[in-house]
């Protein structure tokens, strides 16, 4: 059985989100990883008298993404703040992808704006940034949750945390868009940078 360990990961000091929030937010990390763990292990204790659990596996089955995927969100999104901003590099391969594959947008600045939009989106859940092999080319999509609308076979290049537990330690919740921005100005774009390569690799 897989057994998922916990990441830890070296945030420094931010502007405009608090230690608290940081701290706070990463034992929630920490729980999704927890449970990813305990999913599994239940499942494999209710599969033993499967006919009669049916309905508590059934849920633990359907539960499972959420946590697996609230602990993966949560890696990239606090790697991406480790190490300090870096902007993204104005030669690099992520910036070309950028441009070109969100050029009926406005290239990169167009792009920005409208995956700050789609971070505004009502509710909770995260704004990515994917890449997809298939067609080669980056797309950008709602993620409610978790786990709800993670697009089949894209990887994730950025995700940004929309739940409210991302932001309420600083920001109301009408100044969504103040957490978004101070989202970018601490992003270090060269771990960005990092998972586009490996994925283009
Ligand atoms: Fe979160």
Redesign the pocket.
Known sequence: MEKYTEQTFNIPELKGISRKAVEE?LK?YAGYVKNANLVNEKIVEYMKNGDKDAYALGELQRRFSFEFNGMRN?EYYFMSLEGGPQPISADGALKAAIEKDFAHLGGFNGWLNTFKAIGTTRGIGWAMLYYDQHLKRLTHAWVDEQHLGQLNGLQLVLGL?M?E??YLFDFVPSEKKKYIDAFFDNLNWSVVEKNFAWITR
Do not use: E, G
């Open positions: 937010h929630l949560h945390d739940w537990h991302a």
